[in-house]
């Protein structure tokens, strides 16, 4: 059975870092792109970065640009987020998502295949 499951998100101060983490089970793990999701209170959900099967394809929001680093560790079928830098805007519950295509990997998510259950990322004093 295909799982996808979120850890790492709490609570933190501004400025503070997190790492999130997905663990993929159930399929061929390097046979998928990555992406990581958000979605904040009564907001859309947004791409926040995207990376490729074998890891050399990355891509980043405007707003995790210079802060947030994608990776993937395929022999233990993991993907992390790391967010450094931390803003009281960032917060709002994080997704991992997989599609055979890295270039779906954009935008609201819509065409991406499994999605995780998500973990929560509270920026704030």
Request: aromatic share 12%; with cysteine; proline share 2%.
């Amino acid at each position: 059975q295909l799982q996808l499951v979120e850890s790492g998100g709490g609570l933190v101060q501004p400025g503070g870092s997190l790492r999130l983490s997905c663990a993929a089970s159930g399929f061929r793990f390097n046979d998928y792109a990555i992406g990581w999701f958000r979605q904040a209170p009564g907001k859309e959900r947004e791409a926040v970065s995207c990376i490729s099967r074998g890891g050399g394809l990355t891509n980043y929001a405007d707003s995790a640009k210079g802060r947030f680093t994608i990776s993937r560790d395929n022999a233990k079928n993991t993907a992390y987020l790391q967010m450094n830098s931390l803003k009281p805007e960032d917060t709002a519950a994080y997704y991992c998502a997989i599609d055979r295509s890295y270039y779906v990997c954009s935008g609201s998510g819509d065409a991406m295949d499994y999605w995780g259950t998500g973990t929560l990322v509270t920026v704030s004093l």
